[in-house]
T-cell receptor, first 113, second 115 residues
């Protein structure tokens, strides 16, 4: 059974650029959630995808968008990067949508300069 | 929306002692409460969870209690070991309506277990 894999592990971008982060969910999981974790903080919910549709969103602006593919893998896209977007971005998959525990990936460390 | 507060932010205990981390939540509709452990350079790992129809759950040295009336839940680790040193997060899950599901995390507790 494979876990959640995220790519890339580290990324440096310039303010104003766009970035795409990728996530492969754990085998058998059909729901993917994305979180932003600033240094020393708890993960902040960005959004969740279930069956290729957004199924819940946190307090993030529209420049944060996502996709889920038929194989349940997912992408997080961030446009017009700002310095405050520098953080660890975590992807988590779960067996179903609803109240279930997550399996997290190790994250993508994004630095915006 | 849901807000989860977690205390303390840092906790230092001697090996073999117990550790207790407490959380409160704001949305009475929350009905699933997982706890995660995050080690350096890794994503959070689910260690135990509890649903709103249960008051207490135990798994070896780890136990969680839930008081829905007071909107409090706590993590108890007994006989702590150095490998328990990590950051622990509580979380509350709410949703199921048109807004979908959200799992909201606390700010974390950094636990140090001294050998």
């Amino acid at each position: 059974e494979t876990g959640v894999t995220q790519s890339p592990t580290h990324l440096i971008k310039t303010r104003g650029q766009q970035v795409t982060l990728r996530c492969s969910s754990q085998s058998g999981h059909n729901t993917v959630s994305w979180y932003q974790q600033a240094l020393g903080q708890g993960p902040q919910f960005i959004f969740q995808y279930y069956r290729e549709e957004e199924n819940g969103r946190g307090n993030f602006p529209p420049r944060f968008s996502g996709l889920q593919f038929p194989n349940y893998s997912s992408e997080l896209n961030v446009n017009a990067l700002e310095l405050d977007d520098s953080a660890l971005y975590l992807c988590a998959s779960s067996l179903l949508t609803g109240h279930y525990g997550y399996t997290f990936g190790s994250g993508t460390r994004l630095t915006v300069v | 929306g849901e807000n989860v507060e977690q205390h303390p932010s840092t906790l230092s205990v001697q090996e073999g002692d117990s550790a207790v981390i407490k959380c409160t939540y704001s949305d009475s509709a929350s009905n699933y409460f997982p706890w995660y452990k995050q080690e350096l350079g890794k994503g959070p790992q689910l260690i135990i969870d509890i649903r709103s129809n249960v008051g207490e759950k135990k798994d070896q040295r780890i136990a969680v209690t839930l008081n829905k009336t007071a909107k409090h839940f706590s993590l108890h680790i007994t006989e702590t070991q150095p490998e328990d040193s990590a950051v622990y997060f509580c979380a509350a899950s709410v949703g199921g309506g048109t807004g979908g599901f959200k799992t909201i995390f606390g700010a974390g507790t950094r636990l140090f277990v001294k050998a």
